[in-house]
DNA sequence: GGGGTTATGATTGTCGGACAATCAGACGCG
DNA sequence: CGCGTCTGATTGTCCGACAATCATAACCCC
């Protein structure tokens, strides 16, 4: 943006590997390959193509990994729809990587809660309420294991946000999702008090959703909150410390 | 989830490659290997994990295409921090594949911008306003260049959020900014009129953040935005169909 | 004839080796 | 000290090869 009109434009060299990743990414952008449409195999890329087969093989390692290509049963390549989870495993990684602080994810998860929760209020089908709940008798269940618990409150919110009908919201909020997930486990853990106040507060949200009441659904979304972290300071944690502490191996996913 | 508990793990043979990613990813994850650490060269990598130098390589592309790892000059590999612009771009092609309409990117960018905006209020130094201020001026200069309008828009939007301090949810927005880019050039090119009120917004939400006016600065977020999408329906679009057609390789980037 | 089994070919994952182009660093020269 | 040159290291690309696996067709048995 702020930079010098330069005379000549940078140089740089691009490698065969990486051109053969941006011809196929653009034929899958511009919608002449569509998801589920099959690419061909190797050998017949390294004919289109005139390179060798490890060069096509290294190109399409990027795109594979990206979501874009993806591999069906067997092992043949076809077009592939780049999944929230996927990304958003890899943001939340970048995140720590970042050594963002709990309060700067609460702050996040505040704004895009309330925001959430407001569609979900307009948009909730029977369907939608009738999954919340019974991922409300589930998690009752299970209310002494802390790490289920935790488990089935990110399904809670992730269904959630679905009903609100936005997949902008959906893929904002992902990331912060996977980070949260944790967190909770640590939040609840402490006392069955937690867990219980946690249902609670599900309850009054999907309540909150079947009368179509907003202000009752962003009053109990900033409860639930309030309520995480004070249930992750009460377990020790600074809010203005970086998250690496809890963030194992579990968030990651095949 | 809501899986029955099976009784065996699923078999998935994981290739060479994608071990050799996994073993580097868990390094640099871990904090072993720090951000701007080398990476040894192709030869050790092969020494080290004992395949051929072609796995090393798809391997290597993968973390390389993810921005864990990075080439500085000469070809030299090493740790690097993905930044958010990298993932952005990624994501903001998924939301483009999945077809979300404008509508979802406008009640996103809603509830993104008023939470950066509050932030900003908050936290905002007088570096940061000084920044703002210089962007419209610069903004001024090229009022009749529609392009350049919405260029110096997009970045006076990224300037204000990095002023909130949370890097979250800077991360949850960019996506959604990479998309708003295109459409905004869209929105102002219609009329002289448009690029003067969005100057105008930009001038009352700094003078907001200046005076730490929490309720003027949601005000003039608010104006901003129906402005966009006023802008937006007068040429001609329809809110509820997929971004797709404005959405060129210009917001892919190097 | 249908269901299971076996051969066959295609495809992928991995390997070893090779070479040109390029870069870093040493070397020598003025 | 600045400059060109040389050398070794490293990467990008290629070739050819093989085992393992999958899809498919041929086969056989009931």
New binding site residues.
């Given amino acids: 943006m702020s930079e010098v009109a330069e005379k000549f434009a940078r140089i740089t ?1 691009v ?5 053969v990743a941006e011809a196929i990414e653009r034929e899958i952008l511009s919608g002449r390959l569509r998801p589920g449409d099959p690419i061909g ?3 017949e890329l390294v004919k289109q193509f ?6 096509v ?2 190109g399409i390692r990027l795109l594979e990994h990206g979501g874009l290509v993806h ?1 069906d ?5 076809s077009v592939g729809l780049p999944h929230y989870d996927r990304l958003a495993s890899r943001a939340s990684r970048a995140l720590v990587l970042h050594q963002v602080t709990f309060r700067e994810l609460l702050e996040a998860t505040m704004a895009l809660s309330l925001a959430s929760i407001e569609l979900a209020v307009m948009r909730a089908t029977e369907d939608d309420i009738a999954g919340l709940e019974s991922n409300i008798a589930a998690t009752e269940q299970v209310m002494h294991n802390p790490a289920a618990v935790a488990a089935y409150d990110s399904e809670f919110h992730i269904m959630l946000e679905r009903a609100g009908r936005n997949r902008v919201l959906e893929l904002a909020r992902e990331p912060s999702n996977m980070l949260i997930y944790p967190t909770t486990q640590v939040a609840v853990g402490g006392s069955e008090q937690g867990a219980r106040r946690l249902i609670e507060a599900h309850r009054m949200l999907v309540e909150a959703v079947r009368r179509r009441d907003r202000e009752m659904a962003r009053l109990w979304t900033q409860r639930h909150l309030i309520d995480w972290r004070k249930g992750f300071e009460k377990a020790g944690m600074d809010l203005d410390q970086p998250i690496d502490t809890v963030t194992g191996d579990s968030a990651a996913g095949g």
């Avoid at 005139?50 to 060069?55: A, P, W, Y």
């Avoid at 049963?73 to 390549?77: A, F, N, T």
Wanted: charged letters at 30%; hydrophobic letters at 20%.
């Fill in positions: 060299p490698p065969a590997y990486q051109m195999t190797e050998a005139g390179v060798n087969r490890s060069t093989r290294e591999r049963s067997s092992r043949r390549l």
